[in-house]
């Protein structure tokens, strides 16, 4: 079974979040994907697809389909700068017991509850790809963390198997 990821960003880093879903699709990842879902009707003026973002037009379903992405997947990444949504979805995702990465924008300060809800934080993009590649090998292998000297890895696997745990336990 492929590990499920959910990118938590603002629609501002749909290009982004779409090549980091490209790069952990390679990785062996696979991605619940909302740059999918949100894709406002052709025609619209940039203020229309605001809107039509704003309300989810499609009654509901995108919305539907990223709560049950942050609540469902394996491992959630927060892709900043983001919004209040982005910041919405981690909260739900850190409640669930999901493992979270956080990729800091380049001025970001999280505030109080987004830091603490994020398991690792990074402001690189190549270090997120780097612990990304680790963490891999530990969902193919299930091996213990003994010995792993990124401490990200470390937290995020950690958090990963004991979700894993009450999962099957709840099964």
């Known amino acids: 079974m492929k590990p499920r990821v959910y990118i938590a960003s603002s629609i501002k880093?749909?290009?982004?979040a779409r090549l980091l879903?490209?790069?952990?699709?390679?990785?062996?990842?696979?991605?619940?994907?909302?740059?999918?879902?949100?894709i406002p009707p052709p025609g619209l003026t940039p203020a229309q697809r605001r809107i039509w973002m704003d309300t989810d037009q499609e009654g509901g379903q995108v919305?539907?389909?990223?709560?049950?992405?942050?609540?469902s997947a394996d491992l959630v990444i927060y892709y900043g700068a983001s919004g209040q949504d982005a910041g919405v979805e981690i909260g739900m995702a850190a409640a669930s017991?999901?493992?979270?990465?956080?990729?800091?924008?380049?001025?970001?300060?999280?505030?109080l509850m987004l830091h603490g809800a994020v398991d690792a934080w990074t402001e690189d993009i190549g270090q997120a790809i780097r612990i990304l590649?680790?963490?891999?090998?530990?969902?193919k292998s299930g091996a213990d963390i003994?010995?792993?000297?990124?401490?990200?890895?470390?937290?995020?696997?950690?958090?990963?198997?004991?979700?894993?745990?009450?999962?099957?336990?709840?099964?």
């Open 13 to 16: 880093h749909t290009h982004g």
């Open 21 to 38: 879903g490209g790069e952990l699709r390679r990785l062996g990842y696979s991605i619940l994907d909302w740059t999918e879902k949100a």
């Open 63 to 71: 919305y539907e389909f990223c709560r049950n992405a942050c609540v």
């Open 97 to 111: 017991g999901a493992p979270v990465l956080g990729i800091r924008g380049p001025l970001e300060g999280p505030g």
């Open 133 to 139: 590649e680790r963490l891999a090998e530990f969902f």
């Open 146 to 171: 003994a010995g792993e000297n990124e401490p990200g890895v470390a937290r995020l696997w950690s958090r990963a198997k004991e979700r894993m745990a009450r999962q099957i336990a709840k099964d």
